[in-house]
């Protein structure tokens, strides 16, 4: 394919001479500077410097490694790649299959909303704020009732063994196929490429109170939740470099969120936010503003696993709506200028957690205080970077009203290895100088006869005499004497 029509799909290209100019995707700029040259089929910026074929652009552009490239250029024009390597060829196979499954799923279900059976869900979508073309842009669709309606519809085409792989369909305990989304309203999650992977099914009002609300795809070869952000195929249309990306909880947030004109915004499905996300995030920005509702629950949901995120060196802003409403109802009743300005005030994460921690312990009594230090330090631990570190630690010690040596020297105790336990399962000395020196002494008393006053002891496993200071002493080293089969001291 030519490399015009490839970054012409990206960028608004205009003749200039021999190439094809516009303004640079990978830095700011007024002036255009980047070019694409259909002779050699090779663009440059004279801006940045970068440059390339049509597979750099691709990598750089969409994040791609360099075989994804490669099959994204395969797909534009209706290649097949066959991989060697066997395994690696069939699990491709496999791995096209499902998708092509899931894609005829997400178009079952689309023509099922515009039918007369997904009237009641069109309904609902539009009380919502969703409106046609937010339904497009999202590709929603809706599962009527029936236990075999998707299954009857995709069975021709598809062996039912691959649908259930597809978590499309389940197994009864009777070893009968049923449909896994009934009556629900279907959100495709895609990845980063816009393939569907899986699907997050909302149940519809009026549905019996044990129906949950939520039915989402399990686990497959092609969908893994913690790997996966709901939306992230659209935000990465947007400079999220500039502008950072926004992390909401649910699918109709990100929607309306779009909707509004933030269309920087993501979900995790149904999980918390992972160092798997923020490390997929990191390809397109350093920036993420994580937004939770403003209840007691939305606190308590950010403040999980805030430990795990600190280990990642990014730039993480936490925002807590006022009142308990979640970012869909707050940019409906604010709108967009009042959510981008809710973004602005949130707070990084070492000062969120302090505040977290300031409402759970009594910072008037040293144990209040100690518990409080103790998990503050327990968030610095993750953080790799010494001079975030630092400064964490210089506002820990501000906000719970301490030293920063205090601070440092707890760190030294909780970092400290612990000592090894021995072999009745007491803890076993440290292992200072002086022990270290005795360890060696002992070492040569068994190794050297003339200094143990007896014969040489030999190794049992290898019968050789064991050198002076070789190793360093054990105490639980079996050898024998040669001429006897007592074991040594230990």
Same mark, same amino acid.
């Given at each position: 394919?030519?490399?015009?029509?490839?970054?012409?799909?990206?960028?608004?290209?205009k003749?200039? #001479?021999?190439?094809?100019k516009?303004? @640079?995707?990978?830095?700011?700029?007024?002036?255009?500077?980047?070019?694409v040259f259909?002779?050699?089929?090779?663009?440059k910026?004279?801006?940045?410097?970068?440059?390339?074929?049509?597979f750099?652009?691709?990598m750089?552009?969409?994040?791609?490694?360099?075989?994804?490239?490669v099959?994204?250029?395969?797909?534009?024009?209706?290649?097949?790649l066959?991989?060697e390597?066997g395994?690696?060829?069939?699990?491709s196979g496999?791995?096209?299959?499902?998708?092509?499954a899931l894609?005829a799923?997400?178009?079952?279900f689309?023509?099922t909303?515009?039918?007369?059976?997904?009237?009641?869900?069109?309904?609902?979508?539009t009380g919502? #704020?969703? *409106?046609?073309?937010?339904?497009d842009?999202f590709?929603?669709?809706y599962a009527?009732?029936?236990?075999?309606?998707?299954?009857?519809?995709?069975?021709?085409?598809?062996p039912?063994?691959?649908?259930?792989?597809?978590?499309?369909?389940?197994?009864?305990q009777?070893?009968?196929?049923?449909?896994r989304?009934?009556?629900?309203?279907?959100?495709?999650?895609?990845?980063?490429r816009?393939?569907?992977?899986g699907?997050?099914g909302?149940a519809?009002?009026?549905?019996?109170?044990?129906?949950?609300?939520?039915?989402?795809?399990?686990?497959?070869?092609v969908?893994r939740? #913690?790997?996966?952000?709901?939306?992230l195929?659209?935000?990465r249309e947007?400079?999220?470099?500039?502008?950072?990306v926004?992390?909401?909880?649910?699918?109709?947030?990100?929607?309306?969120?779009h909707?509004?004109?933030v269309?920087?915004?993501c979900?995790a499905?149904?999980?918390?936010?992972?160092?798997?996300?923020?490390?997929?995030l990191?390809?397109?920005?350093?920036?993420?503003?994580?937004?939770?509702?403003?209840d007691?629950?939305?606190?308590r949901?950010?403040d999980r696993?805030?430990?795990?995120?600190?280990?990642?060196d990014?730039d993480?802003?936490?925002v807590?709506?006022?009142g308990?409403?979640?970012?869909?109802?707050?940019?409906?009743? @604010? *709108?967009?200028?009042?959510?981008?300005?809710a973004?602005?005030?949130?707070?990084?994460?070492?000062?969120?957690?302090?505040?977290?921690?300031?409402?759970?312990?009594?910072?008037?009594?040293?144990?209040?205080?100690?518990?409080?230090?103790?998990?503050?330090?327990?968030l610095?631990?993750?953080?790799?970077?010494?001079v975030?570190?630092g400064?964490?630690?210089r506002?820990?010690?501000?906000?719970?009203?301490?030293?920063?040596?205090?601070?440092?020297?707890?760190?030294?105790?909780?970092e400290?290895?612990?000592?090894?336990?021995?072999?009745?399962?007491?803890?076993?000395?440290?292992?200072?100088?002086?022990a270290?020196?005795?360890?060696?002494?002992v070492?040569a008393?068994?190794?050297?006869?003339?200094?143990? #006053?007896?014969?040489?002891?030999?190794?049992?496993r290898?019968?050789?005499?064991?050198?002076?200071?070789?190793?360093?002493?054990s105490?639980?080293?079996? @050898?024998?004497?040669?001429?006897?089969?007592?074991?040594?001291?230990s």
């Amino acid at each position: 394919m030519d490399i015009v029509e490839v970054i012409g799909g990206y960028l608004p290209l205009k003749r200039s #001479g021999r190439s094809f100019k516009a303004l @640079c995707p990978f830095h700011s700029e007024k002036t255009p500077s980047f070019h694409v040259f259909p002779e050699s089929q090779l663009f440059k910026c004279f801006g940045c410097g970068k440059a390339g074929t049509v597979f750099s652009f691709l990598m750089a552009q969409d994040r791609m490694e360099f075989h994804e490239a490669v099959r994204a250029m395969a797909e534009r024009v209706g290649l097949t790649l066959r991989e060697e390597g066997g395994e690696g060829d069939r699990g491709s196979g496999e791995r096209d299959a499902l998708i092509a499954a899931l894609r005829a799923a997400m178009y079952h279900f689309r023509g099922t909303l515009n039918s007369g059976a997904g009237e009641k869900a069109r309904d609902y979508l539009t009380g919502r #704020g969703i *409106g046609p073309a937010l339904v497009d842009r999202f590709l929603l669709g809706y599962a009527p009732g029936e236990w075999d309606g998707l299954l009857k519809a995709l069975r021709g085409q598809f062996p039912e063994p691959l649908l259930e792989k597809a978590g499309l369909v389940a197994l009864s305990q009777k070893g009968s196929r049923y449909d896994r989304f009934r009556d629900r309203i279907l959100f495709p999650i895609a990845d980063v490429r816009g393939r569907v992977v899986g699907f997050g099914g909302r149940a519809m009002p009026g549905a019996p109170d044990d129906t949950p609300k939520y039915v989402n795809s399990p686990e497959t070869p092609v969908y893994r939740k #913690g790997q996966i952000l709901y939306g992230l195929h659209l935000a990465r249309e947007e400079n999220l470099q500039e502008l950072g990306v926004v992390i909401v909880e649910g699918y109709t947030d990100v929607i309306l969120l779009h909707g509004a004109g933030v269309t920087n915004a993501c979900a995790a499905c149904g999980t918390a936010l992972t160092p798997e996300h923020v490390r997929l995030l990191k390809r397109y920005t350093n920036r993420i503003h994580l937004v939770f509702d403003g209840d007691a629950a939305g606190v308590r949901a950010m403040d999980r696993g805030l430990e795990l995120l600190a280990g990642e060196d990014v730039d993480l802003s936490l925002v807590v709506l006022p009142g308990d409403e979640d970012p869909a109802d707050f940019v409906g009743r @604010c *709108g967009a200028d009042a959510f981008r300005e809710a973004l602005r005030g949130g707070r990084d994460l070492c000062d969120f957690k302090l505040a977290v921690v300031a409402g759970k312990e009594d910072l008037s009594t040293p144990g209040g205080m100690a518990r409080a230090a103790d998990e503050m330090l327990a968030l610095v631990r993750k953080v790799r970077h010494p001079v975030r570190r630092g400064e964490y630690l210089r506002r820990t010690a501000e906000g719970l009203r301490t030293s920063e040596e205090a601070l440092r020297a707890r760190l030294s105790q909780q970092e400290r290895p612990a000592p090894a336990a021995g072999p009745a399962g007491s803890p076993a000395p440290a292992a200072g100088p002086r022990a270290l020196h005795e360890g060696l002494v002992v070492e040569a008393l068994l190794g050297d006869a003339a200094l143990a #006053g007896g014969p040489g002891r030999r190794c049992r496993r290898s019968g050789s005499r064991s050198p002076r200071f070789a190793r360093r002493w054990s105490g639980s080293s079996r @050898c024998s004497s040669e001429g006897g089969g007592r074991r040594s001291p230990s």
